[in-house]
């Protein structure tokens, strides 16, 4: 197994220079290979940030469960980050989430940020977020 590094992702994903695309897609469907969850952080941003591709949500949403779904990709702790891509598909930053979904063994996640515990609350998330006032 192999570990995966965010441009061999984004170039699979995004298919935007013809001979990457196809070095990523040839490398991908001839290994197995492990997709770190820093990894996932920074695919995220890059597809999402308008410094990157400013794909919808729900078009990265798509792409990572596509990506993640083949047979050749496997990932750290594939519960929590399954749970954190569900969260985000509901509204949560996935830094966030995937935070949140990491803490599960824990009795909580405590943070400043109000829109994150916000939306944690409104999701019923487990473990719960605690807000530091």
């Known amino acids: 197994m192999i570990a995966v590094d965010t441009n061999i992702l984004v170039r699979y994903l995004v298919k935007d220079e013809a001979s990457q695309t196809a070095l990523a897609t040839t490398f991908l469907a001839n290994n197995r290979c492990?997709?770190?969850?820093?990894?996932?952080?920074?695919?995220?941003?890059?597809?999402?940030?308008?410094?990157?591709?400013?794909?919808?949500?729900?078009t990265v949403h798509e792409r990572l469960l596509h990506a993640l779904g083949l047979s050749c990709i496997e990932t750290e702790e594939p519960a929590n980050v399954a749970q954190a891509l569900a969260w985000y598909a509901e509204g949560m930053d996935f830094a966030d989430a995937l935070h949140l979904a990491?803490?599960?063994?824990?009795?909580g996640f405590a943070t400043f940020d109000r829109k994150f515990s916000a939306t944690a609350k409104k999701l019923d998330a487990v473990p719960s977020v605690t807000l530091i006032r």
């Open 34 to 58: 492990l997709v770190l969850k820093t990894v996932l952080l920074e695919l995220v941003w890059v597809l999402s940030s308008p410094a990157g591709y400013n794909l919808q949500r729900k």
């Open 102 to 107: 990491g803490s599960s063994e824990l009795s």
